[in-house]
């Protein structure tokens, strides 16, 4: 009997402890938006010009790329202003990844709980986990590229701490229409809380041996949205007017199924 009670005894701890340690979590409930605006640009500090939209002609952001990178980019920009670079996410299905889902349209939701805190995007959907509950990253020899990789963090008081990994990178995830894109051996370094104003911030120090001369530093906010305010589910490919040709071309259809852009030479399209 005594055996028995035990195990009982400890599993009514370790519940008081969660729903204590629950309590002194900051309230992140609601549905929330995207604060800022830059056309859906990754890093508004650095874009030119400030009001540019990502993935138009002779818009970029400045973030300290390498040589190699820089060089990359720039090639990347020359396709994107001949409409030559796909967006993975026009294919509708493939998720944004991390740390380009904190830069989506539509609406967000913060689920927080002691051991785990879950963001979830309309748009996608993509869904993060950032464990909370003591555990570490596995090892790396354990570990295999996901879009949102592997995070874990703590709390420190009201601030969420946290740390990703394990992202797929430039294979299938890029960070804006822009094209701009990081190596699969990026980490990146999160904090977010409430501020006085409001609203959540999210502080990230990106770093990547491969594409980043020094660290980079890039802040989002999200406003919460009035009460009442709620979250559906979608797919774009019921409605994907923005297919892409075998040469990467992305085409905009009416609303028949026709091609209203100008379509390059020689491209063969199919609009069933």
Not at 93 to 117: H, K, Q, S, W
Not at 161 to 176: C, N, P, R
Request: net charge negative; with cysteine; aromatic share 10%.
């Amino acid at each position: 009997m005594q055996m028995r009670l035990i195990p009982i005894y400890l599993l009514l701890v370790f519940q008081w402890a969660s729903f204590a340690n629950a309590a002194e979590l900051p309230d992140w409930s609601g549905v929330w938006q995207r604060y800022e605006g830059n056309g859906g640009i990754f890093d508004p500090s650095t874009v030119e010009p400030r009001d540019g939209r990502a993935g138009s002609p002779g818009v970029r952001q400045y973030p300290p790329l390498t040589k190699a990178w820089e060089a990359r980019y720039v090639a990347t920009l020359a396709l994107v202003a001949m409409d030559r670079v796909p967006d993975p996410i026009s294919i509708c299905g493939t998720p944004a990844g991390y740390p380009r889902l904190l830069a989506l349209p539509d609406v967000y939701e913060f689920i927080v709980r002691p051991e785990a805190t879950w963001i979830i995007t309309e748009n996608g959907p993509n869904i993060m986990r950032i464990y909370t509950d003591g555990s570490e990253h596995p090892p790396e020899d354990e570990r295999w590229p996901t879009f949102t990789g592997n995070s874990v963090g703590r709390w420190n008081d009201q601030v969420l701490e946290f740390t990703t990994v394990s992202m797929i990178g430039e294979k299938h995830t890029i960070l804006d229409r822009s094209g701009l894109t990081l190596s699969d051996q990026a980490t990146v370094a999160t904090r977010m809380y409430l501020t006085d104003e409001g609203l959540l911030r999210a502080e990230l120090v990106i770093e990547d041996p491969l594409a980043l001369r020094e660290p980079w530093h890039v802040t989002r906010h999200f406003r919460r949205m009035p009460a009442g305010t709620r979250a559906y589910d979608y797919a774009c490919a019921e409605n994907n007017r923005n297919p892409i040709t075998d040469s990467g071309q992305t085409l905009t259809l009416d609303t028949d199924g026709n091609v209203i852009d100008k379509v390059i030479e020689g491209e063969v399209i199919d609009n069933e």
